[in-house]
């Protein structure tokens, strides 16, 4: 059964930093290309970050472009996402899933917000 479980996310400040972590299993996590989503409430989900199985390659959306970084570590089943210069528009529930169709199931997320 495949389980993603992610972690991290907390209150920061503007212009602080987080980093989330998702935990994988149920599935060859080293086959699968990675990605990041987010949901802000009202809106759709919305792709933020991906990473190739290798990790060679990795996309941003152009809203976290050079303040986001992915990264994975497939010894551990683990994908990562480092958020620096956070903004209030960055609040959202973050969520980990494989780059492929369909979707596995969903996690439960983990809550991101950016407020003083």
């Known amino acids: 059964q495949v389980q993603l479980v992610e972690s991290g996310g907390d209150l920061v400040q503007p212009g602080g930093s987080l980093r989330l972590s998702c935990a994988a299993s149920?599935?060859?996590?080293?086959?699968?290309?990675m990605t990041w989503y987010r949901q802000a409430p009202g809106k759709e989900r919305e792709l933020v970050a991906a990473?190739?199985?290798?990790?060679?390659?990795?996309n941003y959306a152009d809203s976290v472009k050079g303040r986001f970084t992915i990264s994975r570590d497939n010894a551990k089943n683990a994908v990562y996402l480092q958020m620096n210069s956070l903004k209030p528009e960055d609040t959202a529930v973050y969520y980990c899933?494989?780059?492929?169709?369909?979707?596995?199931?969903w996690g439960q997320g983990t809550q991101v917000t950016v407020s003083s």
């Open positions: 899933n494989a780059a492929r169709v369909p979707k596995f199931d």
């Open positions: 990473i190739s199985s290798g990790a060679g390659s990795t």
């Open positions: 149920g599935f060859t996590f080293s086959s699968y290309a």
